[in-house]
Nanobody, 123 residues
Framework: QVQLVESGGDLVQAGGSLRLSCAAS????????MGWYRQAPGKERELVAA???????YYADSVKGRFTISRDNAKNTLYLQMNSLKPEDTAMYYC?????????????????WGQGTQVTVSS
């Protein structure tokens, strides 16, 4: 069992920045990939970014060049640095983790999820 707790969501103006955090606990030795997803009202949940292996990462086209995913293994914490935020980035952001790298990369739903943190970008 892996527990994930997100934090850092807030209301921010367009062009601003936020850093989301996700603290992992429990059977973290099982985790081989972690990702950030988001879901806006009326829209499907989408993968924003993922990190796996030594230093491999994936970004959705909509956030490339603006968002950076990183992790601190000593703190068991995943981060998402979000810069140049746009109103269309408004969503609930979820942290997720899975033992299988291909689960997330193949667009299947990972095993473990956090409760989400709200990001609202005003124009």
């Amino acid at each position: 069992q892996v527990q994930l707790v997100e934090s850092g969501g807030d209301l921010v103006q367009a062009g601003g920045s936020l850093r989301l955090s996700c603290a992992a606990s429990g059977s973290i030795f099982m985790i081989n990939i972690m990702g950030w997803y988001r879901q806006a009202p009326g829209k499907e949940r989408e993968l924003v970014a993922a990190i796996y292996g030594v230093s491999s990462s994936y970004y959705a086209d909509s956030v490339k060049g603006r968002f950076t995913i990183s992790r601190d293994n000593a703190k068991n914490t995943l981060y998402l640095q979000m810069n140049s935020l746009k109103p269309e980035d408004t969503a609930m952001y979820y942290c997720a983790a899975d033992p299988q790298i291909q689960t997330i990369l193949d667009a299947r739903l990972p095993d473990s999820w956090g409760q989400g943190t709200q990001v609202t970008v005003s124009s």
